[in-house]
């Protein structure tokens, strides 16, 4: 459990908690409508050359990372596997689809904060600042 009691670590928890919530719905959105076969989604992997096994596993894994971004012991390895999926899902839309793919990037963003906030590197460009 995390506790906090400056109203420094509060603002800190309450943003980290927003962009957990943020993130797990940005990517539990898409990974929702591929996992039900969405048409859009599904003829993307067709376009890559995917099976439907590979869409219904990368799906399902995106929704596992989504949901487990939510708990705090788990949240930074969630977040990093899913800036993997992200990553891999950029370059893919950007080598071989051709498009689609600003959206991608925009997705990165919060997961980025999450991710500095959490690992800790948030805290210490603050101590630098602060001297």
Do not use: C, N
């Not at 376009?47 to 929704?63: D, E, K, N």
Request: hydrophobic share 60%.
């Amino acid at each position: 459990m995390e506790s906090e009691s400056s109203p420094q670590s509060r603002t800190k928890l309450l943003v980290t908690w927003g962009l957990r919530i943020l993130v797990a719905l940005i990517f539990l959105a898409p990974a929702l409508l591929t996992l039900w076969g969405h048409r859009i989604m599904v003829r993307q992997f067709d376009a890559l050359g995917f099976a439907p096994w590979m869409r219904i596993a990368l799906s399902s894994t995106q929704v596992l990372a989504a949901l487990l971004v939510l708990v705090p012991v788990a949240s930074l390895a969630a977040a990093v596997l899913l800036l993997l999926i992200d990553a891999g899902t950029l370059i893919a839309q950007f080598l071989l689809v051709r498009g689609g793919y600003v959206h991608l990037a925009l997705f990165a963003l919060p997961l980025l904060a999450l991710i500095s906030l959490q690992s800790g590197r948030f805290d210490r460009k603050l101590a630098e600042l602060e001297k």
